[in-house]
């Protein structure tokens, strides 16, 4: 009797062990969750509306950043204000890619699937420019 008892203890801490490894595993390489907790690559900070960010380099934070091809790269806006990602410069936007108008928390992602240097700016605020280098 007490023998099994012994054994249906062991059988149930090694059941729960199995658990804990298949949880953890299944978190560890779920690419959607991967996703869903990922910091986002670069953010707005508060008052880059303001002129004066351009000068410590501190609109889009970090304002250039190298990625892999294929990468989804990730902006964040952490301001009270509106701002945009917008491909091109100040006054002549290519149509790459667009955010339109983000409020605060809201967040853009575009897939970079082309190497090369690729300048985007905010379409509210002339001071605030990035660039994405993606290579091969
Ligand atoms: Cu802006």
């Known amino acids: 009797m007490i023998l099994s008892a012994v054994a249906v203890a062991a059988f149930l801490v090694a059941i729960s062990t199995l658990m804990l490894y298949l949880d953890g595993d299944s978190v560890d390489t779920s690419p959607d969750v991967a996703d869903v907790i990922r910091e986002p690559d670069i953010i707005m900070p508060t ?3 303001r002129p004066g960010c351009e000068e410590d380099d501190t609109c889009y934070i970090p304002s250039i950043i190298t990625v892999d091809r294929d990468y989804t790269v990730s902006w964040a806006n952490q301001d009270a204000a509106f701002h945009s990602v917008t491909s ?5 936007a290519t149509d790459l890619f ?5 409020e605060y928390n809201d ?6 699937e082309h190497a ?3 300048l985007y700016h905010c379409t509210l605020h002339p001071w ?3 660039t994405i280098i993606v290579t091969e």
């Open 88 to 92: 091109g410069v100040y006054g002549n």
């Open 47 to 49: 008052k880059s509306s």
């Open 116 to 118: 090369g240097s690729f």
């Open 98 to 102: 667009d955010s339109g108008h983000m």
């Open 128 to 130: 605030m420019n990035g």
């Open 107 to 112: 967040t853009f992602t575009y897939k970079f």
